[in-house]
């Protein structure tokens, strides 16, 4: 079994700024600018609101509500008016696709998604990053592959309930190609004794075993606390992008690593792990905050 830790949602270069923590501590990834997408932020429910108010809030105007968005990973049923037989989905292409295919990820699999986020508050109506708010990296969502669909092996009538989809929208470049999620996590086989958990979904709000970065505030956003077994030392880094030993830094009950500043998709195959049930079960506890398990 293959964990991917995906970046997705607002960087420095798309979108410009970090995605929320909402006051309530919710976490809304905000989906990077797509002038081929057909979606645009307002189109897209945030709870009782929009993306289109956050997006033109947060980032004072620069990115307006009417602006097209990239929404994928697409997770949240309630989001979008869905057709029948709607399932999460996740797209990928290019350079980034290549790496997923390489290491053979497919049904299975499990993508971690995570992006740049930074609390927020209301000030005189308006959603604004709280002062002094740290910069980190949380994860906000999961998908356990089901099903790799290559768009270009798509006939018109397949897939009818995913063509809003942008990864069906313009030139997507080589390899474009899509990961429906499994019904449910169990149905793969990939975890054993997680029974009745979700294939897909968002975690609810923030919490500190959701954040990367190893001290927020003190240190870069990209320098992150991993555990234990994702490393094994003197055999090299088990998860991609990451073979610089020099990266990797001992520290207590883990790993310190300066993440890569570029790369959108970090596999690690939990099957080469120094502890393969520990890395599973670590991977099943933390879905479990998704669907509000203890």
């Known amino acids: 079994m293959r964990l991917i830790l995906s970046r997705k949602g607002f960087d420095a270069s798309a979108g410009g700024t970090a995605s929320p923590i909402l ?31 956050t997006v033109e809030e947060l980032t004072r105007g620069r990115v307006r509500a009417r602006a097209f968005a990239h929404l994928d990973p697409d997770l949240d049923p309630h989001a ?26 497919g049904p299975g699999d499990v993508f971690l998604f995570f992006g740049w986020f930074r609390r927020c ?17 949380a994860l906000f969502g999961w998908l356990e592959v089901g099903e790799v669909v290559p768009v270009a092996e798509l006939g018109p009538k397949d897939l009818r309930w995913a063509r809003g989809h ?43 075993r959701l954040c990367l970065t190893a001290r927020p505030g003190a240190v870069p956003r990209g320098l992150w606390k991993l555990p234990e077994w994702m490393h094994t030392p003197g055999r090299g880094p088990l998860l991609t992008h990451h073979t610089d030993q020099g990266r990797w830094k001992r520290a207590h009950g883990g790993w310190l ?13 939990l099957d080469r792990t120094p502890d393969p049930a520990k890395a599973a079960r670590w991977l099943q506890d933390l879905i479990k905050v998704g669907v509000g398990r203890p």
Do not use: C, K, M
């Open 257 to 269: 690593l300066r993440t890569v500043g570029r790369g959108q998709e970090f596999v690690i195959d």
């Open 121 to 137: 508050v209301r000030e005189h109506g308006r959603l604004r990053y709280a002062r002094r708010a740290p910069d980190l990296h």
């Open 23 to 53: 006051p309530n501590g919710a976490l809304r990834s905000l989906p990077i600018p797509d002038p081929l997408s057909p979606l645009r932020y307002a189109d897209v429910g945030a709870g009782s609101d929009s993306l289109g108010r």
């Open 80 to 105: 979008l008016r869905r057709a029948r037989g709607w399932r999460p989905i996740l797209g990928q292409t290019g350079a980034a696709q290549s790496h997923l295919a390489r290491h053979g990820v």
């Open 166 to 208: 942008p990864h069906f929208w313009g030139e997507r470049g080589a390899g474009n190609t899509l990961y429906l999620a499994a019904d449910r996590l169990a149905d793969a086989g990939a975890l054993p004794g997680a029974r009745r958990l979700p294939g897909a979904g968002l975690f609810p709000r923030f919490e500190r």
